[in-house]
Structures are given as C-alpha cells and as structure tokens.
C-alpha cells in the first residue's frame, strides 16, 4: 500500500511539475495572443463591424459607433499603422494607454473604454496583449472624432505601478481577474450610476443598457440571483455560443466569437467567481 501511495504521490508531482512547466513556457505573445483572441476581446469593439460579423481584414482598425446617453463613441485604430493606428507609440506609451486611459499626447480616453478596471491588468498580460497587437496587420482608417457630453476625468488614478500575476491556483480569485481587469464583464453587466457602472453597490445585477443596430440589448444578472437556476455546463454553453437553455439568442454585445476560445480550465474559474457574488 505504501509503495502505491508513494507512486501516487509522485504521479501527482509530476503532473504538478508539467502544468507548471507549460504555464512558464507560455511566450508573451502566445499569452496575447490568447488573451485577445477571448476573454479580452479588444476585437469586440475595436474592429468595425458588417452585416455577416466583423470585417475580413480589419482587425482593430477601429471605427464601430457606440452610442449611450452620454456619448457617440467611433472607436479607433489600434493597428500598428503608423499614420491612423498606433504604430509609433512605444510599448511603455500603449500599456499607458491602455491601463491608465492616456495617450502620447496627454489628453483623456474616455468611456466605454474600462479604465478604472484596467488599471488592475498585470504587467506581465498587458504586456503580452502589446505584443500581440504588434503583430497585426497595419489598416489605414481614420474612424470619425468620438463625442461626449459629459466631462472627462483629468486622469483615473495615479500611475499605475508593479501589478503582479494573479495566481490561476486560486479559482476564485483568478476568476475574478478574468471577470474584472481582463473581460470587464462585471463593468458591462452592473446597472448605470451617476459616475458609470455601479460596481460597488450592484456588482453584476445587471441592467446597463446597450443601443446598436441590433435595437436595445440588457445586460442581464450574473450574480447567483439571476445564473442560480443554471448549471455548470449550461451556463458555458451561454458564454461559449450566445444560446440560453431554453434556446434564445444574447444579442451584442456579448463577445460570443470570442468567448468561444475560452479554455476550459479559465471558463471553470470565471463560473466559480460568478457563483460566488453576493445575490443582487
């Protein structure tokens, strides 16, 4: 029994060993690669939009409309274009972009960008996710100019400094990370307040309403109040492919083409961080 136990014992340690090898041979650019690719989906927004879906060759090239109350965002160009995209900002100055909300020039970016959650993306992703957007195609577009009726901050914060890793041991916390600083699903799925997403008081009651060409989409509950009658499979099912149990379809803009890529492994942390939300 003993030598089993041992066998046992080592079998599990070197499995350990293996899934922690895989994790630190994950180059940069595969780990944006994968990010991009599903649970951030910069292509959600940043790529203009057709009848059928995205359009064939203009991966984050800007241009989609995003209406609200407040604003008529055109969504730009962060190709590594030189003249409409973003090609000659350096690395230090798009991870500033993107976790700080300011770009080379000093001025503001405004909502429906996620800044205030961005802010807490590690080093080690949002450099990966700079790496991965290195390597797409270069697109001339220049999107129309963005309108907001409201004031934009002077900044969000101070800058941000060190962020580490979050570990993917701890399901929970991992899954908060992927629901927070990476997907901004608790952003689009938290009702409006005065200063945006209520995240602190209602985080994930839902009810932030979204225009398009689609009509009028809501985001809806994901706290257990609103995914408990589901299961496990059932709701990665929803996440994955945009169709509920009872058959009907999310509408935008839900990232269905890209929450399909999920693994499974991240899927099963995200659901266990959703079960774990207080009921709202």
């Known amino acids: 029994m003993k030598n089993v136990r041992g066998s046992a014992f080592a079998l599990l340690a070197g499995i ?14 595969e780990r944006g690669t994968y990010l991009m690719r599903s649970i951030v989906a910069c292509g959600n927004c940043h790529t203009p939009q057709g009848p059928q879906g995205p359009l064939p060759g203009m991966e984050l090239a800007g241009g989609l409309e995003i209406k609200d109350k407040g ?32 770009r080379p020039d000093g001025t503001i970016i405004g909502p429906p960008m996620p800044i ?80 945006g997403p209520d995240i602190q008081n209602k985080l994930g009651a839902g009810g932030f309403e979204f225009y398009g060409p689609w009509g009028t989409s809501v985001a809806p509950n994901i706290t257990p109040a609103g995914i408990g009658k589901y299961r496990d499979s059932q709701l990665k ?10 058959g009907s379809h999310l509408k935008p803009p839900m990232g269905v083409a890209y929450y399909a ?11 266990a961080y959703l079960r774990s939300l207080p009921r709202k």
């Open 116 to 195: 205030v959650l961005y802010r807490a993306m590690s080093d080690n992703d949002v450099k990966a996710i700079v790496a991965y957007i290195r390597t797409v195609k270069p697109v001339k577009n220049t999107p129309p100019k963005s309108q907001y009726k409201m004031p934009l901050p002077p900044s969000y914060g101070p800058p941000v400094q060190n962020v580490p890793d979050v570990s993917r041991g701890d399901k929970v916390a991992y899954g908060a990370y992927l629901a927070g600083p990476l997907g901004h699903c608790i952003e689009c799925h938290s009702p409006m307040g005065p200063k």
């Open 16 to 29: 350990a060993i293996a899934i922690a090898s895989q994790a630190s041979a994950e180059t940069p650019l």
């Open 71 to 102: 604003f008529t965002v055109y969504t730009p160009n962060i190709t590594p274009d030189p003249e409409t995209g973003i090609g000659k900002w350096t690395d230090a100055q798009i991870i500033t972009s993107i976790r700080e909300g300011k």
């Open 261 to 271: 890529n999920i693994t499974g492994q991240d899927m099963d942390a995200l659901i």
């Open 237 to 246: 099912q929803v996440i994955a492919t945009g169709v509920r149990p009872d």
